[in-house]
T-cell receptor, first 116, second 114 residues
Framework: AQKITQTQPGMFVQEKEAVTLDCTYDTSDPSYGLFWYKQPSSGEMIFLIYQGSYDQQNATEGRYSLNFQKARKSANLVISASQLGDSAMYFCAMREARFGFQKLVFGTGTRLLVSP | DGGITQSPKYLFRKEGQNVTLSCEQNLNHDAMYWYRQDPGQGLRLIYYSQIVNDFQKGDIAEGYSVSREKKESFPLTVTSAQKNPTAFYLC?????????????FGPGTRLTVL
């Protein structure tokens, strides 16, 4: 089973509008971290936001917020007031806390295009 | 400024040659990682190192080798045994390997086998 599922291969949004990128995850571990990264065409993976499984509130970082619904195992990224520079690939990732080294598992990504 | 540097940005290799990709960080992070990304796909872990002089294989280590002689440096060698090495390679580091530790990435190296 896929640990991280991103069902939207591509999303379109107009400048200044908000957009939600979906991410669902699968784990039986009560302790885990969820991460979102942005990958522009240059290739670098840029860390955006983190949500821990025990965090009571949804994480926010500037225009980015994470809609964390633990019971539904979803961790959707919300970008408010989209800008042209937000056009990129976005990856959701998870790391569990089981004993021993646990790798960061990535989804397949969502390509976001912001139009003027 | 603290960060991760990778060199070269682009690398071309003839079949049968070994090549080494450089990764340096000045974030004082203990853990470092190498990932491979193929077009339209997510990242796959090649090797990781939790501490100096120690490293472990990831999911796709065959045909690759690494060393970790200094905390700041984690070079990756793509050997001739790697059957399909053309890909984008990303290096990352984190202060620890717990579930709360964020991995930060370098700008990547694009390797093409001619």
């Amino acid at each position: 089973a896929q640990k991280i599922t991103q069902t939207q291969p591509g999303m379109f949004v107009q400048e200044k509008e908000a957009v939600t990128l979906d991410c669902t995850y699968d784990t039986s571990d009560p302790s885990y971290g969820l991460f979102w990264y942005k990958q522009p065409s240059s290739g670098e993976m840029i860390f955006l936001i983190y949500q821990g499984s025990y965090d009571q509130q949804n994480a926010t970082e500037g225009r980015y917020s994470l809609n964390f619904q633990k019971a539904r195992k979803s961790a959707n990224l919300v970008i408010s007031a989209s800008q042209l520079g937000d056009s990129a690939m976005y990856f959701c990732a998870m790391r569990e806390a089981r004993f021993g080294f646990q790798k960061l598992v990535f989804g397949t990504g969502t390509r976001l295009l912001v139009s003027p | 400024d603290g960060g991760i540097t990778q060199s070269p940005k682009y690398l071309f290799r003839k079949e049968g040659q070994n090549v080494t990709l450089s990764c340096e960080q000045n974030l004082n992070h203990d853990a470092m990682y190498w990932y491979r990304q193929d077009p339209g796909q997510g990242l796959r872990l090649i090797y990781y190192s939790q501490i100096v002089n120690d490293f472990q294989k990831g999911d796709i280590a065959e045909g690759y080798s690494v060393s970790r002689e200094k905390k700041e440096s984690f070079p990756l060698t793509v050997t001739s045994a790697q059957k399909n090495p053309t890909a984008f390679y990303l290096c990352a580091s984190s202060s620890g390997t717990g579930f709360t530790d964020t991995q930060y990435f370098g700008p990547g190296t694009r390797l093409t086998v001619l």
